[in-house]
């Protein structure tokens, strides 16, 4: 091998040869990171399902205890190292998590001459951003140094991972869990300490414990989130669990520590968001500049230190190489020896740009010795060969990682823009060109699933290679304006059915991207009715009306105004009918009723009916008017008021004349029409038909607020009975008149209407007539001729005849 020094690197890195340098036999090499816009299909205004997110099933967050407070996997003491009884690394152990099954596969000697190599796909991450923080800062093994969130968060320490372990006693079933470190070494799989995945102490039945029953996996984890009570914001990359797990014989059955390597299979391809290492074996480990990232979690004597929730890195050459071993000098201190919490992290080294894993801190005295296994010849080849394809498949399985939009905060009924999927196949399937669907999701929980809010469809097409990531440029989406105020999730959703695994299209917890929606109240006014046909002036109608609050938020109280308009654009300008508050709206609330309201004299003709809603809220006045298609017919009505009679005579005598004066208003709203005005004699102060009836005039019509007084005789009819009468007048009804309460009318003075005796032939006239009428009477004896009533038609008739004659009648 050749050496070759990077002065900006203050460091000598080993360059294999091409000779020297090979990859293992199949290796699938991660292709290049793409970029490609998704198409939306569907421009459909989206609804905000509140109900959806009651069939949704939240996913647990891990069930193991604070990440804090879990002690160190203890770290061995290189003195309690065991001799090599099976005489090198035996064979590799799988756990098949999902099975329950233990394998153990026996690995060949190798027969490739090669004391060392390295090689292996080691990849920067989804957004192919390398920060190189790695090659500056402190140098030397005697100053470690915690990272910032800044630097964790970015390649190339993003690789590196906390590991919590759940291990349970066959004998108790109880649980223990522990803490260790790894390193990312494909997007599905952690290079960490055999001791981390197996842990050789006896529990109650004095056989080891074992595999671990379960281990979780946070990368790039920046130390909150604890309790992880709010797992999405577990930073910075979520986490992964484990479906299976890896080691060696010599491990598990020597405990020796020259083989203490271990590998954790995971179902979520996290490896695609942070990159992951290449790797190394053999060789001599005191030549290469190193770097060792990792979660320190045993207490160092100073109580703010080692916690378990900073990573530390730290670097410089390792000062020996016994064994399978590279070993460091160490001296007491916190950040001058190898702690607990440690374990497993991954020693590596640059080998031009990439860097690769050579080896996993695996035991220490906490004083003056610190000791790494190095990656060995059959482990990479199992690793290489066995373990990472089966973590990766060969059948396409398309995961949906890492949705993010520009927007944290959005108004509902808004967009979100500027929006990314991470849509990554880490599969060494490599499929052809193909379309494949997506839906976006709004959720209320970090599951996204099909039971959410359908906020955008749409599609990409891409020809996949194996072991790619890809990256979606998304379309816009909107939050429906029902959104109410809250924490809501949103998430690319690979449609079903695209690929050989469902249960991961669907970007849950951290892979969703969290916004909070400030809801909106927003009244829209559905629809009105009215009646249909003809009404008049001074009706009164009932307007129907529903409205809804599609804003999520509740309104202010919602004011209704009713209007009348002579065409179907209902505004302010169009007659106002009534206004009517009907309250307020809770979100997505409807509400409907009728609203009385009366017809004003001012509306003649075909009039729509329709209404504004209003409120001081409303975010939205475009969608606040309804009315009803069917025009209403108004009309107006005359109402004629009989306002006084008055007799000009107090004696009329019958089949006489009778003076009198009569005044009638119209009230109404339109002319009255030509009109009769009947003239009764009553022996009571109730004029109806049923009394004498002793004249009729016909009148014009009379416009509205006319007056009209006449002057008029009417005729007392001969069989009328003498007496005192009332004199009334009832008024015909006009156009439309429906009131007739005040058509009658009447003198409070009574005209006595008396019998004129000599009027003879009752024609209301004294004269030659009347006097050849009593004659005739006379000689017939008549018996209106007697006119003293005494039985006898003499001198005395005749007298009385003329005196009354001559005195004339009423």
Not at 75 to 101: C, H, S, V
Not at 777 to 795: E, I, M, R, V
Request: charged residues 15%.
């Amino acid at each position: 091998m050749r050496t070759e020094n990077f002065a900006r690197r203050c460091c000598v890195v080993a360059i294999p040869t091409a000779a020297s340098l090979a990859f293992a036999a199949g290796e699938v090499i991660p292709a290049p990171n793409a970029t490609v816009t998704a198409t939306k299909t569907s421009n459909a205004v989206p609804v905000f399902r509140m109900d959806a997110f009651q069939a949704d099933d939240i996913v647990v967050p891990p069930s193991h205890p604070p990440i804090d407070q879990i002690p160190p996997l203890p770290m061995p003491n290189p003195e309690w190292d065991i001799p090599d009884n099976l005489g090198g690394p035996g064979n590799a152990l799988f756990y098949d998590q999902t099975t329950g099954q233990i394998t153990e596969i026996p690995i060949q000697p190798s027969n490739s001459g090669l004391t060392g190599e390295v090689g292996g796909s080691s990849y920067v991450g989804a957004d192919g951003f390398d920060s190189l923080a790695d090659l500056y800062g402190p140098r030397g093994f005697g100053t470690m140094s915690a990272l910032t969130d800044a630097q964790i968060s970015t390649f190339p320490f993003r690789m590196n991972v906390k590991l919590v372990n759940e291990y349970i006693d066959a004998g108790t079933g109880a649980a223990s869990y522990f803490v260790c470190s790894g390193g990312m070494q494909d997007a599905e799989v952690v290079l960490t300490a055999g001791h981390c995945v197996y842990k050789r102490d006896n529990d109650s039945t004095g056989n080891d414990f074992g595999f671990a029953d379960r281990v979780w996996i946070y990368p790039g984890w920046d130390g909150n989130g604890l309790t992880l009570g709010n797992p999405d914001v577990l930073q910075y990359y979520g986490w992964g669990t484990s479906s299976g797990l890896g080691t060696f014989t010599g491990w598990s059955v020597d405990g020796n520590f020259d083989w203490d390597m271990g590998l954790v299979r995971i179902t979520r391809a996290v490896g695609m968001l942070t990159g992951w290492y290449g790797w190394a074996w053999g060789g001599d480990c005191t030549i290469n500049f190193y770097n060792n990232p990792s979660y320190p979690s045993e207490s160092c004597g100073s109580g703010s230190l080692h916690t378990g929730r900073d990573m530390y890195n730290w670097n410089g050459n390792f000062d020996s190489c016994p064994g399978n071993q590279m070993h460091i000098n160490t001296s007491p201190g916190c950040f001058t020896a190898l702690w607990g919490g440690m374990s497993g992290s991954n020693a590596y080294y640059f080998v031009g740009n990439t860097r690769v894993a050579h080896g996993v801190a695996s035991n220490s005295n906490r004083t003056t010795s610190g000791n790494y296994a190095k990656m060995w010849e059959s482990f990479k080849n199992y690793m290489e060969d066995t373990f990472k394809p089966s973590a990766r498949g060969s059948s396409l399985d398309i995961q949906s990682l890492q949705t993010r939009y520009a927007e944290s905060v959005v108004t509902a009924g808004n967009q979100l823009t500027g929006g990314t999927a991470q849509m990554p196949n880490p599969t060494n399937n490599n499929p052809g060109s193909d379309t494949y669907g997506i839906t976006v999701y709004l959720s209320t929980n970090n599951n996204i699933s099909t039971f959410d809010t359908n906020i955008g469809a749409g599609s990409y097409t891409w020809d996949y290679a194996a072991m790619q990531n890809l990256t979606l440029n998304m379309f816009n989406v909107t939050v429906p304006i029902g959104t109410p105020s809250g924490t809501y999730w949103v998430g690319v959703y690979l449609n079903d059915g695209q690929d050989a695994d469902d249960s991961n299209n669907d970007p849950d917890l951290w892979d969703a991207h969290q916004i909070t929606v400030n809801g909106v109240a927003d009244p829209v006014a559905n629809s009105a009715s009215a009646p249909s046909g003809t009404f008049y002036h001074g009706d009164t109608i009932g307007v129907g009306y529903n409205v809804t609050n599609q804003g999520g938020d509740p309104s202010n109280a919602v004011t209704v105004d009713v209007y009348a308009s002579t065409n179907t654009i209902i505004s302010s300008f169009d007659t106002l009918l009534g206004s009517f508050n009907i309250g307020t709206f809770s979100g997505q609330q409807t509400k409907s009723g009728t609203l009385n309201v009366n017809l004003p004299s001012t509306l003649l003709g075909d009039y729509y009916i329709g209404y504004i809603i209003s409120a001081s809220d409303d975010v939205n006045n475009g969608n606040n008017t309804a009315f009803d298609a069917t025009p209403i017919m108004v009309d107006g009505r005359a109402d004629l008021e009989a306002m006084d009679i008055t007799s000009l005579e107090s004696v009329a005598s019958l089949g006489g004349r009778l003076d009198v004066q009569f005044t009638v208003v119209n009230t109404g709203t339109i002319a009255s029409g030509a009109y009769d005005v009947d003239v009764y004699a009553s022996t009571n102060t109730i004029i109806s038909t049923f009394d004498t009836l002793l004249g009729t005039f016909n009148r014009p019509s009379l416009g509205v607020g006319g007056t009209s007084t006449v002057n008029g005789t009417v005729a007392v009819p001969p069989f009328m009975a003498p007496g005192n009468y009332f004199i009334g007048m009832i008024v015909e009804g006009g156009a439309n008149e429906n009131n007739f309460a005040d058509n009658i009318s009447f003198d409070p003075d009574t005209v006595q209407i008396v019998d004129c005796q000599v009027d003879f032939n009752n024609d209301g006239l004294l004269d030659l007539a009347d006097v050849v009428a009593f004659v005739t009477g006379f000689q017939n004896h008549d018996p209106s001729a007697d006119f003293n009533n005494d039985g006898l038609w003499d001198l005395a008739d005749i007298v009385g005849f003329v005196n009354a004659f001559m005195a004339g009648c009423p």
